[in-house]
């Protein structure tokens, strides 16, 4: 699919209602341009947590993450960079971080 704008339209995203059992339906998008995590590596490791913040002070909102770069390490990390820029004032609901099953 191709984008022509900055976000990509993610449809209807479901959204947990007081009823447990029957969801409702929400719109959102995305935004197509991310930061990646793939192949921080070991010495990467050390400098994930600051780049991930500077990602977002620079603006980004879209963040892209899986177990499987490095055992949860790559995670902690990005939730360390989150950690300190929500407490800088930041909302985690403006975040989409992605991650792979």
Not at 4 to 17: I, M, P
Not at 56 to 69: N, P
Request: glycine content about 10%; charged content about 20%.
């Amino acid at each position: 699919m191709l984008c022509d704008s900055s976000t990509t339209h993610l449809g209807a995203l479901l959204e947990t209602s007081n009823n447990a059992s029957s969801p409702s339906l929400q719109t959102s998008s995305i935004p197509a341009i991310g930061l990646g995590t793939f192949q921080a590596g070991p010495e990467g490791m050390t400098n994930l947590e600051a780049a991930v913040l500077k990602a977002l002070e620079a603006g980004y909102r879209h963040i892209d993450t899986a177990w499987a770069y490095g055992n949860g390490a790559v995670e902690r990390k990005v939730g360390e960079a989150l950690a300190k820029w929500m407490s800088k004032g930041g909302r985690r609901e403006d975040i989409f971080l992605v991650t792979k099953l």
